[in-house]
């Protein structure tokens, strides 16, 4: 099938079409102004030069303008090219078969999913992280103590014992580095749960934490030795797979909605637009 | 005045014509198309210039203790190369591809002003040769100095007439003068062209994102060529009129320099990258046989990341000794101009998810592209934390990573766009086989020089040294990152005989080779003078699809 792609907005093709005209005196104009900057690294003449062959230019370029703008006259060739195609069958991508253009993700998960996810995985993380406490130190504010050290690293030099001991500064340090961190990761949870083919809990729950213990065990230490020596890695990871587990399965458990795929996007993102789709419309029906 | 209709060229019917007549016609054309060509073949030769220059230098440095050339002749080497690659070979190289296909992808006939759009070019061009003039005129009448060697970045107080004798410092300063007024000059053409000259239905939201993302960097250069110029302007009253804008004996500042030079400087990197980002937008779908994932996410990335472009270039300034504020500040816009490209990487990678892709050569530089720039992207964040940078700062491995986003990203989508619209310049296909060997020789020759440039860097070897002492680590990295420019300057010869080969012998390309969706390709290749017969009207960002596809038009759900 050939489709041409002419005389679409109405206009009468013709014979010829006006251009804009050659024209010499830009280059003269442009070749001045280099020998006008040119004169002062060689010699007076040179700029003076520069001057005179810029005003010729600006003067013939002028002229080229005013009154009337310079054009010629191109003939037209007839020689316009079919518009077609050799791939007529159309391919779809099984996401979303009834919609014959879907936008990416079809479906997301509510904002609080995100925010449920989070806060049930920071109990989680909390419960695995003070059980360590308990068993290595027999102190639930050992793991606390090494949380609020990443801001003040003098915590982390402490001794053992110091660090086991409870410490108002550091418990208000902590608590809400955790729970922001937890709240943070929850809500990307939520937004990316959707996103993942397959097995959606081994890969955020699992395998995602895993990595991500892998990246700060190869970081932590150059970026903080004292505090590296201080972390058990096993525990490390456990507390950051029951965190992904149970954010997970939360944030699975919520219901999905639909977005608003067919909507334009000033519509979506709330903003008073009325009127705007139909006069679109209009103009494409009025062509 | 009637003129014959466009067939300039094919290559047959230009023969037909005296040359003298023909080199006329280049010379006093305002036509966008070749306008365009002019600056891709000019850039073309400065691109081979630079590459001269940086086999030089990479031969001077491939072992230690070398004498390949003097002291003085690598200062003027590595001047040379970064001004030349960025001022006169890749800024033009993109100006001129958004000269050629703005218009033709917008359904104009021309650019906005044609013959600013010429004097842009000529003051461009006049801008380059200013510079390599210096080679003889820099050492004339003064007896001191050659081409400028006071790096392309010309720090004070090294610029200064004490450090600074003669004249090579002052034909660095007016090149760039003479060509940033062009630059400007076309910034402010394809500002007005894309937002005055898009044909009927074409609204902003169904604009081609080349020319969403070209419409941006030239905002870009408007903004960042400014301060270059005022600051080129303090340097020449520094000179020469006795003032003492960046004179440190005299109450000036030389830290005010590298501020004006990187408030130009670091908004440069993304004039220059985003064009790039514009070929890989229109590249991948065609290739992965789909539609750009997430427009409007993509226009609003790029204009993040102009905006926020503004707003990091002190990060180049950490080892200057900034205040914890300041640092502070520059870390963070740093890190937030990350994600917005990220998000860019992301919808280029859905993209080609799910798509029958065609690894054709211009499908497989942008495949690198995206690989390379993530790479360049992770080093860049390195750099831009503070503690990182202060031991890092001046040292190989932010010339590994400059290189990254320049080669890496910037040159290897420029391959791409050249093997992509040469069927549209020329009328011609290339070579296939010529366009991989030239893909593979080039990513060979990349891999060995710039992944292997990081590790010199960190092992402590600063930039722009002359020579070096053996047996500190440097040696066999040094050797292997020369060997890679061999291969790389390979690779650009088979790339540019492919085009010469190709414009006289290559396939018949018709006009639209690729099945491709945006407006340029449903012209005749190469175009007429006048573009279109009829101004087209659209009504989706994909027109040609809804024409090959009546049945399934994008329209219906855009």
């Known amino acids: 099938m050939a489709v041409e ?37 060689t010699s007076e003449t040179v700029s003076l030069l520069g ?59 509510p904002i609080s999913a995100g925010i449920k996810g989070g806060l049930a995985g920071s109990v989680a993380m909390a419960v695995i992280a003070m059980l360590y406490g308990l068993l290595s130190q027999k102190s639930i504010w050992y793991p606390i103590n090494l949380l609020a050290a990443g801001f003040f690293p003098a915590v982390a030099s402490d001794t053992t014992a110091e660090i086991a001991a409870f410490h108002l500064r550091a418990f208000l340090i902590a608590v809400p580095i955790h729970l922001i961190t937890s709240l943070l990761v929850g809500l990307l949870y939520g937004a990316m749960l959707p996103m993942l083919p397959r097995r959606p809990i081994l890969l955020g729950g699992f395998i995602a ?25 096993l525990w490390f990871v456990a507390s950051q797979v029951g965190f992904g587990i149970v954010a997970g399965l939360v944030v699975s458990r919520q219901g999905r909605i639909r977005t608003r795929q067919q909507m334009p996007l000033a519509f979506r993102a709330g903003l008073e637009v009325s009127g705007m789709l139909d006069e679109h419309r209009g103009e494409d029906e009025r062509r | 005045m009637s003129t014959e209709s466009i067939a300039w060229s094919t290559p047959q019917v230009a023969a037909q014509r005296p040359v003298v007549e023909r080199l006329h016609d280049w010379v006093t054309t305002v ?8 600056y891709i073949l000019y850039a073309l030769v400065f691109l081979v210039i630079g590459g001269v220059e940086a086999t030089v230098l990479r031969i001077q440095l491939i072992r230690p203790h070398n004498d390949f050339v003097s002291p003085q002749v690598f200062n003027r080497m590595f001047t040379m190369h970064g001004t030349t690659m960025i001022f006169f070979a890749v800024m033009p190289i993109l100006f001129g591809f958004a000269n050629y296909l703005i218009p033709l992808m917008i359904g104009a006939r021309d650019m906005a002003f044609p013959r600013l759009n010429a004097f842009s070019f000529w003051l461009t061009a006049f801008g380059g040769l200013l510079l390599y003039f210096s080679f003889v005129g820099g050492d004339g009448l003064y007896g001191a100095g050659n081409a400028p060697d006071v790096g392309w970045f010309a720090y004070a107080p090294l610029t200064s007439k004490t450090f600074s004798v003669g004249h090579s410092t002052d034909f660095w300063t007016l090149s760039l003068l003479v060509s940033g007024f062009g630059s400007i000059g076309t910034a402010i053409n394809i500002i007005t062209t894309v937002l005055c000259m898009r044909c009927p239905g074409m609204t902003l939201g169904r604009m081609p994102l080349l020319a969403w993302l070209n419409l941006t ?16 302007l303090m ?30 400087g670091h908004p440069e990197v993304y004039v220059l990258v985003i064009p790039a980002f514009a070929f890989a937008s229109e590249i991948i779908p065609v290739f992965s046989r789909k539609a750009i994932f997430g427009y409007p996410v993509m226009v609003a990335a790029t204009i993040c990341i102009a905006f926020i472009g503004m707003s990091v270039w002190a990060h180049h300034m950490f080892t200057v000794g900034m205040s914890a504020a300041g640092n502070t500040f520059f870390v963070l816009s740093t890190m937030a101009i990350a994600v917005p490209t990220g998000i860019k990487i992301f919808n280029w990678l859905a993209t080609i998810w799910g798509g029958q892709i065609d690894f054709k050569t211009p499908m497989l530089f942008c495949v690198a592209f995206l690989f390379q720039f993530l790479i360049a992207g992770l080093t860049g ?48 296909m290339y070579n296939e086989a010529l366009g991989k060997l030239h893909f593979w020789l080039f990513v060979i020759g990349f891999h060995l020089t710039f992944d292997f440039m990081h590790i010199p860097g960190i092992l402590g070897m600063p930039r722009r040294i002359y020579t070096y002492e053996p047996g500190r680590g440097w040696d066999t990295w040094n050797l292997i990152i020369t060997i890679g420019v061999f291969f790389q300057a390979a690779g650009l010869l088979v790339f540019i005989g492919n085009l010469l080969w190709s414009y006289r012998r290559g396939k018949v390309a018709g006009s639209d080779p690729w099945d491709a969706w945006t407006l340029e390709w449903s012209t005749t290749s190469p175009p007429p003078t006048y ?11 994909r027109p040609l699809w809804d024409l090959k596809h009546p049945e399934d038009p994008d329209w219906q759900y855009e």
């Open chain 2, 381 to 428: 964040i390195m750099l831009g934390a503070a503690p990182f940078n202060w031991q890092l700062g001046n040292s190989y491995f932010v010339i590994a990573h400059f290189h990254y986003v320049i080669v890496g990203a910037i040159l290897f989508t420029l391959f791409g766009a050249f093997y992509y619209w040469f069927p549209k310049m020329s009328g011609r």
């Open chain 1, 209 to 233: 934490p895993v990595v991500w213990s892998g990246l700060i065990y190869s970081i932590l230490g150059i970026v903080n030795p004292v505090l590296n020596r201080r972390i058990d890695w």
């Open chain 1, 51 to 109: 001057a005179v062959v810029s005003v010729v230019g600006a003067v013939g370029w002028f002229r080229d303008v005013l009154p009337h703008e310079a054009h010629e006259t191109v003939r037209v060739t007839r020689q316009v090219p079919a518009i077609m195609t050799t791939r007529h069958e159309v391919a779809r991508i099984e996401i979303a078969p009834e919609l014959r253009r879907a936008w990416l993700p079809v479906e997301i998960y």
């Open chain 2, 531 to 541: 573009n279109f017969a009829t101004i087209p009207a659209i009504k989706s960002r």
């Open chain 2, 235 to 264: 340097l020449l009253v520094d000179r020469y009129l006795g003032g003492h804008f960046f004179d440190t004996q005299a109450g000036g500042s030389a830290v005010m320099w590298m501020h004006f030079f990187w408030v130009f």
């Open chain 2, 31 to 38: 036509d966008h198309k070749r306008l365009g060509i002019l």
């Open chain 2, 217 to 232: 960097m030239a905002g870009l250069v408007v903004l960042a060529i400014s301060p270059l110029t005022a600051a080129q």
């Open chain 1, 5 to 41: 792609l002419t005389n679409q907005t109405g206009e009468s093709a013709t014979d010829t079409i006006e251009m804009p005209a050659s024209t010499p005196w830009p280059i003269v104009l442009a070749f001045g102004i280099a020998l006008l900057f040119a004169g002062l690294v």
